[in-house]
């Protein structure tokens, strides 16, 4: 009979873009046709959203990302300041981000295997991808603990998470050398997760809130709409790179209406990259094309590209052609964290 380390014996690795210069590559496909031309596309928008000195990038993120190895880009960006704010799912920033952060790991796997066997032995698999459960189940402690140690308030996922860069700050943070969150919380770049107890954190939470019923942690969703909506009346000039769709695709491209609401006028997104898998056909948000946001006044038309293509083939394309250009050489970091230097959760 099989055992889990029969299952969890190879580790995915996360691709380091700096090692593979794809300039003359990427630079090739503008003369291809269908989504090697979109991407050619999108790959050098993504550049001039870093040669635009004014403007705020915005990354969004849904879908399995990390877990299948995109970690590392994420982290370039972070560090060498292409990415001034993110968006996304819970699940890559606790179930798989912070998840690893902790020292655990996501395996190679296979779609074609007996999935009750899996679950008899606490595997669970996104895909061909494997992830040993028990160590999930820390990773909700994990979350659960931060909870017990901090001031009993309504949070917005964004003062949460740098709740959890500085438990690794002062658990080993140098340790966690390519976790995006500790890079987020050193380079004050903010991670919003806008439905964030849908993951790992969220089994913490109820655990938290259970135990403590009268004075708990909480996460205040309307919170976040309006730090986010923040950075947008602070950046007038903003572009957003989102991976998939999503939640975090509607919250970002939201905050131009918000910023209208508010102060009266507001500048639709200058510059928009979607890559994606879903069809615009059902009317649903993942699939639906940049020109359509257009209509809702939140993304310009003139610098907008859909590359309908799986994340783990374009995304290291488009990065690491901007990372190889070095437009991100003169950038400055636009210190968003610090906009919110008034709040509880950074003293």
């Not at 340790?175 to 380079?187: G, L, N, Q, T």
């Not at 957003?240 to 209406?257: L, R």
């Not at 069809?279 to 993304?299: F, I, P």
């Amino acid at each position: 009979m099989a055992t889990k380390k029969d299952f969890l014996k190879d580790t995915i690795k996360h691709i380091d873009i700096k090692k593979y210069n794809v300039v003359s590559l990427v630079e090739a496909m503008e003369h291809m046709a269908y989504s090697a031309r979109d991407l050619n596309r999108a790959a050098r928008i993504y550049d001039m959203m870093l040669k635009d000195k004014e403007c705020g990038v915005i990354l969004t993120l849904a879908g399995s990302l990390f877990s299948a190895g995109l970690k590392k880009i994420v982290y370039d960006m972070v560090m060498n300041n292409m990415v001034d704010a993110i968006v996304s799912t819970g699940a890559n920033i606790v179930d798989q981000e912070f998840f690893e952060a902790l020292g655990f790991k996501h395996y190679l796997g296979s779609p074609f295997v007996d999935d009750n066997e899996l679950r008899d032995l606490a595997i669970d698999r996104i895909y061909d991808t494997f992830i040993d459960e028990d160590e999930l189940r820390i990773c909700d402690e994990t979350c659960q603990k931060i909870c017990d140690s901090i001031e009993p308030r309504p949070y917005s996922s964004r003062e949460f998470i740098w709740e959890m860069g500085k438990y690794l700050e002062n658990n080993g943070g140098p340790k966690c050398d390519d976790s995006i969150i500790y890079a987020a919380y050193k380079k004050n770049v903010p991670i919003f997760c806008p439905a964030f107890s849908d993951c790992s954190a969220g089994f913490g939470f109820i655990v938290h809130q259970t135990q403590n019923p009268d004075k708990h942690v909480s996460i205040d969703s309307a919170k976040d709409f309006l730090e986010l909506t923040k950075i947008k009346q602070n950046c007038a000039e903003t572009g957003i790179f989102m991976i998939g769709g999503g939640v975090p695709k509607n919250f970002t491209q939201d905050i131009v209406v918000a910023a209208e609401i508010l102060d009266g006028d507001a500048a639709m997104h200058k510059y928009a990259v979607q890559i994606t898998v879903a069809d615009q056909r059902d009317g649903a948000l993942s699939g639906s094309t940049l020109k359509e946001a257009s209509s809702w006044g939140k993304v310009e038309t003139t610098f907008e590209q859909m590359v309908y293509a799986e994340a783990t083939v374009a995304m290291p394309l488009i990065t690491g052609y901007a990372y190889h250009k070095g437009s991100w050489k003169e950038r400055k970091q636009k210190d968003f964290q610090k906009l919110f230097a008034n709040e509880k959760a950074i003293v």
